[in-house]
């Protein structure tokens, strides 16, 4: 079983992973974002997004009603339902489902998130949380009917209300739900970089032993990318790569081990 | 079986719907709409939607590929995952899925649409076309596990491009794949008007006999509709009721006989 997280990046070569899929066997599941939609859209219609970063150090967008809104538009609604679209054209017989469908991702809505607001500490509470479980009869009655799933948020929490979450934390709960053996994460870059913008610092193996340390490197969205990909270690995902959704075959790249292989 | 077809108007009382759904025995199956929406988000982005009237003097929206891209947002984004979300909020297991989604449903592009332009005939094509059928085992695999199909355009054509088509259109091959005795139509007026700007003209029952000289007296949107209620007749639906969608109850209201009833 394979997780393959497409980035939501603006340079992110679709139609060459789906492509690329087309050759593989499966069963997989796909986990997509759609950032760069979404920041777009919010612009486009007067809300730009406001990013919180946590007094750890955590960044996050703001997520309330109205964010939400754009999510579903960007998210579970353009990016998704193309998605779908090229997969079938290139005869997968994808289903593209959010996180709310059939409860596919349940998560836990957040208490609040504690930022500084110059020097005083302040607690924002917004639609955000962390996911907890998947539906797990429900993706398995999908893929033994041969049907792909397209996964995306936002996912529902314990009121049964749409909130946001971070895509590499529904990885985490999906791979552990399923099993599966290699999680493969198409980003914006070659894989992960020694020095944040030099594309030549590429580093080819990360120890997952090495994680921890390079998870105190980092900052930002990046920073909670490095958690969740030692978790994802630690709860059993023996292949873990990061490689680049912008080359020509992105996912043919990656499985021959191009980018980051994290073992 | 019953059909329950969620106009795509701005003062539909969509809460007060899935709150009557709760009160209800299954199986059901919830096609909706979102052109007030899909309009609105068309106009703020730039973009505003373009009718066609063909020589036959049907209406239909200019389905370019920026606004199935708009349409994807509204429909199968934000009013599709809203709705679920809601359905999730009374306890109905909710699973919304476009057309596109296992190929829940497939149609035939249209192979242009013949417009005056001017005096000048015209033939324009777009992605717009007609369902022709559903995923019959796909919605019983949903169904039979307790899942709620809540279903919106795009659907799927011929060459798996994503494609806009009427959501009556929908309702007829749906009703006629699950064999649903009662379809219902929750609109923005009262039922079928005599007169359409008159409130307290409705028709409180059409014989299935009046349906052709109905399609006869109206025009634009509404010719289309009376259209595909005399075809949903036809083929089998033994309970077709248009009733308020904008009343405080508006599915029991219908269950009750109010507004138009086709028999």
Redesign the interface.
Known sequence: MIIIKIGGGNSINIEGIISDLAGIDGPYVIVHGANALRDK?AE???QPKQVLTSVKGYTSVYSDEKLL?VM???????R???I??LC??HGI??????G????MIRGKRNQGIRVYQGKKLKIVRDFSGKPQSVNA??LH?LLD?G?IPVLTV?I?DE????INTENDDVVRVLQKALGADTVINLIEAPGFLASKDDENSLIKNIPASDLEAREQQVEGRMKRKMLALKKLYEQGATRIIISDGRAEHPLTDALAGKGTVIA
Chains 1, 2 share one sequence.
């Open positions: 859209l486009d219609l007067g809104d579903m538009m960007a998210y579970a609604g353009l998704n339902k193309r779908v679209e079938h054209r017989n994808a289903i593209g489902l959010s709310l469908d059939g409860k009869p429900l009655l009917h049907y936002p529902i009121h049964n209300a749409a």
